[in-house]
Nanobody, 126 residues
Framework: EVQLVESGGGLVQAGGSLRLSCAAS????????IGWIRQAPGKEREGVSC???????????DSVEGRFTISSDNAKNAKNTVYLQMNSLKPEDTAVYYC????????????????WGQGTQVTVSS
């Protein structure tokens, strides 16, 4: 059974940092792409970043480029965890952040992810 468990959300002031974690299990980590997708109140889901553990390829939304960094612990380390380091946070980054997985290459299109975690709330105060 595929499981994705997010952690690390919380309340932070503008300009601060948070690191989100996504612990993955139930599938071969290197065969999947992992994405972070967020949804703010009243808005559609938005792809934030994604990574392929197999080849290390990454993508970022323009709105977070240069502020967020995605990384993963590969299967060799047996941690199967993807991280999203978020720096210089802005109030507009406030959203529920979801970790999602798909058995293919990276994509920022949230509709193409088959498996989802429960989400973690990030709130940035001004």
């Amino acid at each position: 059974e595929v499981q994705l468990v997010e952690s690390g959300g919380g309340l932070v002031q503008a300009g601060g940092s948070l690191r989100l974690s996504c612990a993955a299990s139930g599938f071969t980590f290197d065969d999947y792409a992992i994405g972070w997708i967020r949804q703010a109140p009243g808005k559609e889901r938005e792809g934030v970043s994604c990574i392929s553990s197999a080849d290390g390829s990454t993508e970022y939304a323009d709105s977070v480029e240069g502020r967020f960094t995605i990384s993963s612990d590969n299967a060799k380390n047996a941690k199967n965890t993807v991280y999203l380091q978020m720096n210089s946070l802005k109030p507009e980054d406030t959203a529920v952040y979801y970790c999602a997985a798909r058995p293919s290459n990276v994509t920022m299109r949230e509709a193409e992810y088959a498996y989802w975690g429960q989400g973690t709330q990030v709130t940035v105060s001004s």
